[in-house]
């Protein structure tokens, strides 16, 4: 398979972006797209280029490592896939494709398909936890959780953190993000003594860090490689909402 | 059975000048860890807030150990190569997490679970500290649960349980088919809410690249910044290395891309010794490789184990769709060879198994390096809903990169390199050769000892980071005075560390040559995975090290390093590679030397009639913790003797 690739290169944060076309050659329907990628670096590098940057890691779709923009889509058109799941094979031999990091005000470009997501961890340090410090916790089956929250909050907590959801939402909006952590640990019982505080830490990080607001477009769930469901956000706000009557004040007062 | 003398047997017979002291409690055995707390030395809680400590790797066991320490009040500095230590490798653990708990009521206990593994890892690992890991095993579930860990329930509200490989009882929680990435959120909250608290302070995307060794203690690291490409320096009054294993020598295997040796292999370089390299785990159920071009191998849990059944055709000749060969034509191998555990047998046995039966002939799918497991009779006997339940999402991931769907046609899985049990040598306390530099998870090789169990990792590497370290680190801190002369990165050992990093930055750098960095790591893979994998030979060996040494030495002369030292993937690539290079003819010369078969060391020259691995513990129940001469110089080993004063070792038999 051949494909004509045009792709975002930005040597650093601080200089400007553009595409640069590429032909890639030889490419098998085996390969993920982020083999195709390496594939090309090494015809790069073979030249004497410099080649692609891009982030990945397990490249089995866990770590949340990888994520690009392919034809417009965060983590490309197939449904439930991370980038470094998405196989060759789904592509038109001969096929242009357009691929550009994940953009957000807050997810600042660090080189070429490379962007910095730290904002995510701020937003976790601000209540997407449990106080327990280690050696103080019951007896495992000392508080039983039906199956069914289990579940819910299981499908919650599948969350990879690749932040495609903001990459695909037009306002760059977390909520889907924010909302997965604070459901999670929302619907289960350990996480009750601290469900106020949370919910109003994480989201006012959440506005802190630039990320827009949701407007029901529904993008994320969208292009989510776990598929998470927009209702979590539906429970972000009612969170919020309870949150807001009964504790007015964050933690900081503000 | 007892091996006092080091120094005794062997054709590797070389010059000893350490005395490994492996510092085990004296006293019976399940009094030893209870022993060791009640007479470790104490920081108090005023004082805790003066040591600062390193941790690098942000993993299950750094995680866990980075969020513990930070509770106590000592002041932790976090490192990882991620842009978040949610990403480390740990996330990708699929099938779940041991514990003695006994929820089950069919019979489980700290013995059982301390007997399955060390029998799991045949007899080439300590016993004291396997009885630990199981003692403390009970309490990491405890901690998950309250962390929010969604573990499977079952309906009543209480813990689910499944079984895996080496065990006849169920004692696995899991998350469905992603424990991995639950139990490492558990603790990356943890984590953050330390950062958040100001005990942490997080530094991704850096590298480890030298250890600094001040009078002897390690006394902080010297590291790159993979954004901007700055070599930093920091101090502390201890090091914790928690960087994971080396399957990546393999260049093919299950770790995630950037998982590397590198933080290791340099505290080796600076006097950590290195025990057991040859110890690396071949996991049976992979996806097969498909084409030049991959760059890793995806793993799905064993746990499929429970359900699939494993089998190649009766007849070479048989070359019809899975589906048309009836029942009677099937040869159902594991079932045949081992019907006590059946196609639940220990990793190691069931890749060799399915080796011997693609070397003979047997194997299916395009490459004939395949054999199937199948889950018809599953759904017959649960229904297909139970088994999307249960395996849902590595169907789903099969189907994704195979394009088959394994709910009507039988997988096809092979072998490949996933854990390494060997590591940087440690002692009871995890404190390695190096005074003050502790390693934890699987960067250590304390507990698993030639071949590790199933799901037996993510409860390694969480004893070690929330129920062993922050014990065995205060009594380290309490008892070696580092307080007394603090030092600080104006050191000179800091920066003569830093020019020497920065000088091998500009080797790097400075290469042309022809050769991209991956076709030597590919080429490197190749040597590895055919003389150093799964079946090993003394000839293999022999050769293996030289082709490594002429692959080494071309490195150098011939690999092209691209770009410039800013945000530069080649550039760290190379350094891994050129690392790997030296490693991977340690990981030869172990092989070499250990003349014997065990766990997933497997020399043909030892085996039974059938096949079966030959341990030998007349001459070789010791770890083999080797020592870096130089450059130039040829490491020598130092052994460890084993004893077993609690489990005679009987041979591995699942039959």
Redesign the interface.
């Known amino acids: 398979m051949n494909f004509k690739l045009k792709i975002w290169r930005q040597a650093a944060a601080d200089k400007p972006g553009a595409f640069k076309e590429y032909s890639v050659s030889d490419v098998i329907p085996e390969m993920s797209f982020l083999e195709m990628l390496d594939h090309l670096n090494e015809q790069l590098v073979k030249r004497g280029e410099e080649p692609v940057a891009f982030d990945s890691d397990c490249r089995e779709g866990i770590c949340g490592t990888c994520g690009l923009v392919i034809d417009g889509l965060a983590h490309g058109s197939r449904q439930g896939c991370t980038t470094c799941e998405l196989r060759m094979r789904h592509f038109k031999d001969g096929a242009a494709i357009t691929v550009e990091p994940f953009r957000a005000r807050a997810f600042p470009v660090i080189k070429d398909l490379v962007v910095d997501r730290g904002a995510f961890d701020r937003i976790i340090q601000r209540g997407g936890y449990i106080t327990t410090n280690a050696g103080s916790a019951p007896d495992a089956n000392a508080i039983p959780v039906p199956k069914q929250v289990q579940e819910d909050a299981m499908d919650a907590a599948a969350c990879i953190g690749c932040g495609a959801c903001v990459a695909a939402c037009p306002n760059a909006s977390a909520s889907l993000f924010v909302s997965a952590k604070i459901a999670h640990m929302a619907l289960l019982p350990q996480g009750g003594p601290e469900r106020e505080q949370r919910a109003l830490g994480m989201i006012e990080q959440m506005d802190r860090e630039g990320f827009g607001n949701c407007s029901n477009h529904g993008e994320c769930e969208a292009v989510c490689p776990k598929e998470i469901s927009i209702t979590n956000i539906a429970r972000m706000r009612r969170e919020f909402y309870r949150a807001a009557r009964q504790a007015p004040a964050t933690r900081d007062g503000k | 059975m007892s091996h006092r003398d080091p120094v005794r047997d062997s054709q590797a017979n070389r010059m000893i000048d350490i005395a490994l002291d492996s510092r085990i409690p004296a006293g019976p055995l399940d009094q030893k860890w209870d022993r060791f707390k009640a007479e470790a030395k104490l920081v108090s809680p005023a004082n805790k807030r003066k040591y600062t400590i390193i941790v690098v790797g942000t993993g299950l066991a750094g995680g866990?150990a980075a969020?513990?320490l930070a509770?106590l009040g000592y002041n932790v500095l976090s490192f990882c190569i991620?842009?978040?230590?949610?990403?480390a490798?740990s996330?990708?653990a699929q099938g779940g997490i041991n514990a003695a708990?006994n929820?089950q009521n069919d019979g489980d206990s700290v013995w059982r679970l301390f007997v399955d593994t060390l029998k799991g890892g045949d007899f080439r690992s300590r016993e004291a500290n396997v009885y630990r890991l199981s003692q403390t095993s009970a309490?990491i579930?405890?901690?998950?649960?309250?962390?929010?860990v969604?573990?499977?329930?079952?309906?009543?509200?209480?813990?689910a349980n499944r079984s895996f490989g080496g065990a006849q009882v169920s004692r696995t929680f899991y998350?469905?088919g992603?424990t991995?990435?639950?139990l490492l959120?558990g603790c990356?909250?943890?984590l953050?809410?330390q950062?958040?608290a100001g005990k942490v302070t997080?530094f991704?995307r850096r590298e480890m690249l030298d250890l600094v060794v001040v009078d002897g203690k390690a006394r902080g690291i010297v590291c790159r910044n993979l954004?901007n490409g700055k070599v930093e320096s920091y101090a502390a009054d201890a090091v914790l290395l928690a960087t994971g294993g080396y399957s990546t020598v393999f260049f093919l295997s299950t770790n995630?891309?950037?998982c590397n040796a590198t933080a290791v292999w340099r505290c080796h370089k600076r006097g950590a010794l290195f025990a057991n390299p040859c110890f690396t785990q071949i996991h049976p159920t992979c996806v097969p490789l498909?084409?030049e071009?991959?760059?890793?191998l995806?793993?799905m849990s064993e746990s499929l184990r429970n359900d699939g059944r494993v089998w190649v055709p009766k007849s070479k000749d048989d070359k019809r769709p899975p589906n048309q060969i009836p029942d009677g034509e099937r040869d159902y191998f594991l079932e045949r060879m081992y019907p006590a555990f059946g196609n639940l047998v220990p990793r190691d046995i069931a890749s060799r198994a399915a080796k011997r039966m693609c070397d003979s002939g047997l194997g299916v799918g395009k490459t004939g390096y395949a054999v199937y497991l199948d889950f018809a009779d599953a759904i017959k006997r649960l229904g297909k809903d139970t088994v999307r339940d249960r395996y849902g999402n590595l169907f789903?991931?099969y189907d994704?990169?195979t394009?088959e769907d394994p709910y009507s046609t039988p997988m096809r899985i092979y072998p490949a390199p996933h854990y390494t049990m060997g590591g940087l040598w440690v002692d009871y306390g995890l404190m390695s050769s190096i005074p003050g530099l502790h390693v934890l998870g699987e960067a250590n090789f304390s507990d698993h000892g030639a071949n590790r169990l199933g799901a037996s990792a993510l409860m390694q590497g969480l004893a070690d980071g929330?129920?062993v370290i922050?014990y065995t680190l205060g009594h380290y801190l309490a008892t070696s005075e580092v307080l007394k002369d603090k030092v600080t990165t104006d050191h000179p050992a800091f920066k003569q560390s830093v020019e020497q990093v920065e000088a091998a930055t500009k080797k790097l750098l400075a290469t042309s040559g022809k050769a991209?960095?991956?076709d030597f790591h590919w080429r490197l893979g190749r040597i590895m995975w055919d003389d150093v994998g799964m079946s090993r030979t003394e000839a293999g060996l022999k050769g293996a090290i030289e082709q490594i040494r002429a692959l080494r030495a071309e490195f150098w002369e011939n690999v092209?390093v691209?770009?410039g030292n800013?945000?530069?993937?080649?550039l760290e690539f190379a350094g891994r590679v050129a690392d790997f290079l030296e490693l991977g003819e340690l990981m030869a010369r172990d092989a070499l030397d250990r003349r014997e078969s065990c766990g997933g060391h497997f020399r043909e020259e030892f085996q039974y009639p059938d096949g079966e691995a030959m341990r030998d513990d007349d001459n070789f129940a010791y770890t083999a913790a080797w020592k870096y001469n130089g450059a130039d110089g040829e490491e020598t080993v130092v052994k460890e003797p084993l004893t077993f004063d609690n489990l005679k070792p009987a041979k591995r038999s699942y039959k």
């Open positions: 866990s969020a513990s509770e991620q842009d978040t230590p949610r990403r490798h996330v990708a708990k929820y309490n579930i405890d901690q998950c649960v309250s962390q929010g969604p573990f499977a329930r079952e309906y009543g509200g209480t813990l998350a469905r992603q991995g990435q639950q959120l990356y909250s943890a953050m809410r950062v958040d997080m991704p954004v995630a891309v950037n498909l084409g071009s991959q760059s890793k995806t793993l789903q991931m994704e990169i394009g929330y129920f922050p991209t960095v991956r092209n691209v770009g800013d945000f530069n993937k080649e």
